[in-house]
């Protein structure tokens, strides 16, 4: 994960963030990268402003008293950190975070995701960021308690016809990579293929397919997309251990299952399925994955990405 130097961390000062907070600490000492602290609180009524200041303060102690606790807990030399620290006031903060993003020429967000129901998914500023913001997105949860190695999977698509989609395939299998060996995790590597016309065309009395053709079919375009995906894992570089997951049907519908029943910690995968089209913000499988999703996510989009949000 060398390639990040310069992170921002979203805190809100409020609440119990060790886990997203330990990800960026860790990862700002490992990587000798400038890190910046954003409180984000909702803007202080006008109608008291001699205590404004106060209450900045008493969210930055806050953020200082967690970044103390996990410094001692997990070990970490604070003289290896470099932070400074920032307060947004504004009761819609997502588009200002991008923009400070841009404005510093930040090249990772890491982020608490904000807490929902059971059944996972993700909320509106986060929806936000992974759909508008230009660099990575990490939006963390706390790690399952299990034994074993922390799991990270990524859904890698090798069909797709843009380049820069390839391009990122191939940053995401490097970046996984980088994260198992910075976290001695497990990388499960997982990519879905259909054959939609399978169940159409056969025993169709329109077109009266012979079963014995359509399998061989169905079967040629399963090892045309594993072969695509090996290459893919080829290009990339990565070496060392990793699993290979390939599964049939929509990933919509697949990779939210898989994450549960492998007990995946963190999902690496990319959000945008179109390049240089502002406003152009998260595509409609990608969506459907993420608002399944328990576990921590990491979003990656495409080299070219065109942010709607502008910084002037």
Not at 91 to 108: E, G, T
Not at 132 to 140: I, Y
Not at 240 to 250: F, T
Request: charged share 25%; net charge negative; with cysteine.
């Amino acid at each position: 994960m060398r390639e990040f130097q310069s992170l921002l961390y979203i805190a809100h000062g409020t609440a119990d963030e060790s886990d997203a907070l330990k990800q960026a600490l860790s990862l700002s000492q490992r990587n000798h990268a400038s890190l910046k602290i954003l409180v984000v609180c909702p803007e202080f009524p006008n109608d008291f402003p001699e205590y404004k200041r106060k209450y900045e303060e008493s969210l930055l102690e806050q953020v200082n008293d967690s970044i103390r606790k996990t410094e001692d807990h997990f070990s970490l030399d604070p003289n290896q950190l470099s932070i400074t620290f920032e307060i947004l006031s504004d009761n819609l903060p997502s588009i200002q975070i991008i923009q400070h993003v841009m404005r510093d020429a930040h090249d990772l967000v890491i982020k608490e995701a904000e807490s929902r129901d059971t059944q996972g998914g993700f909320k509106a500023i986060d929806m936000d960021l992974l759909g508008k913001c230009p660099v990575p997105v990490w939006l963390c949860r706390p790690i399952r308690k299990q034994e074993g190695p922390v799991r990270v999977a990524v859904a890698i698509d090798p069909q797709s016809e843009e380049v820069a989609a390839e391009q990122l395939s191939r940053r995401m299998l490097q970046l996984s990579h980088s994260l198992m060996e910075s976290f001695s995790a497990e990388l499960h590597i997982v990519s879905c293929w259909d054959y939609m016309l399978e169940d159409y065309l056969r025993h169709n009395v329109w077109f009266n397919v012979p079963d014995a053709e359509l399998t061989q079919t169905v079967i040629h375009a399963k090892n045309e997309h594993r072969d695509k995906l090996s290459n893919l894992i080829e290009q990339s570089g990565i070496k060392g251990a990793h699993k290979i997951h390939h599964l049939r049907g929509k990933a919509g519908d697949l990779l939210p299952d898989f994450v549960n029943h492998n007990q995946i910690d963190l999902l690496v995968m990319g959000t945008v399925a179109r390049t240089g089209i502002p406003g152009f913000l998260i595509g409609n499988t990608a969506e459907n994955i993420v608002q399944k999703l328990s576990c921590s996510l990491m979003a990656l989009k495409p080299q070219g990405f065109a942010s709607p949000v502008k910084y002037e």
